[in-house]
């Protein structure tokens, strides 16, 4: 079994910069590829990025690409969402997800995920 902790989210304005990670419990953290998702009131759940178990590939959406940045670090089990030149319509609540890797490779359906966290908001002022 495998527990996700989100944290980092707040209130920010346009423009400005927040750092999300996710903490992991379980001794077989390094085997898990990882994402970032997002959902806002009265939207869907949006993929913005996935990692694959050893960090070596990343995946991300147009809402994301160039702004935010995945990273893994398998020693301290966390992975973590850097996401810069924030703007209003980044206003979400934020998740991350897990699965056990059966490949290399990194997963972009929220179906394929397994474990997910409880989710931190952000919070963007215009």
């Known amino acids: 079994q495998v527990q996700l902790v989100e944290s980092g989210g707040g209130l920010v304005q346009a423009g400005g910069s927040l750092r999300l990670s996710c903490a992991a419990t379980?001794?077989?953290?390094?085997?898990?590829?990882m994402s970032w998702f997002r959902q806002a009131p009265g939207k869907e759940r949006e993929l913005l990025a996935a990692?694959?178990?050893?960090?070596?590939?990343?995946y991300y959406s147009s809402s994301a690409e160039g702004r935010f940045t995945i990273s893994k670090d398998n020693a301290k089990n966390t992975v973590y969402l850097q996401m810069n030149d924030l703007k209003p319509e980044d206003t979400a609540g934020y998740y991350c997800?897990?699965?056990?890797?059966?490949?290399?490779?990194?997963?972009?359906?929220?179906?394929?995920?397994?474990?997910w966290g409880h989710g931190t908001p952000v919070t963007v002022s215009s």
């Open positions: 997800a897990a699965r056990s890797a059966t490949t290399n490779d990194y997963y972009i359906n929220g179906a394929d995920y397994v474990y």
């Open positions: 379980g001794r077989t953290f390094s085997t898990y590829a």
């Open positions: 990692i694959n178990w050893s960090g070596s590939k990343t």
